[in-house]
């Protein structure tokens, strides 16, 4: 009898506890799907003019971060909108980067990318990356 109520007793905590981490999860946003990466633009080889294909093959999502890595006085990073990409422009309010490791947040849907110097967008210096 004493051994059935304890046992009993087990079973409640046990189940309390499941609940207790269970409510941990939602709130917290728990689970790999949800845990943001970090990639870095062209791998070793940094922001480039060979960057446009590096995206291929890789699934982005919405909050995860971008390093674009380069040398500051040869290239920059305008997050621009379509537009901006397809022609090469800098759409008002658009943001630049400039430092040479530069994090950006990816937001859902295509995130547009271009670098405006020296003509370097023009040569094909542009990215487009789609985060689900
Ligand atoms: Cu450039």
């Known amino acids: 009898m004493a051994r059935g109520r304890g046992s009993a007793a ?34 070793g080889n940094g922001w480039s003019l060979s960057s446009p294909s590096w995206p291929n093959g890789k699934h982005f999502h919405a909050g995860d971060t971008l390093v674009f890595r380069y040398i500051p006085w040869v290239h920059n990073v305008v997050a621009v909108n379509e537009d901006g990409y397809n022609s090469c422009t800098t759409p008002p309010g658009s943001r630049t980067y400039t430092s040479g490791d530069d994090r950006v947040r ?3 849907g295509d995130n547009f990318f271009i670098c405006t110097r020296f003509g370097h967008c023009n040569l094909g210096m542009k990215l487009v990356v789609y985060a689900a």
Do not use: N, S
């Open 10 to 43: 087990g079973a409640g905590r046990a189940i309390a506890m499941a609940f207790a981490v269970a409510c941990c999860c939602i709130l917290a946003g728990c689970g790999v799907a949800d845990a943001a990466a970090t990639y870095y633009v062209g791998d």
């Open 106 to 108: 990816l937001a859902e």
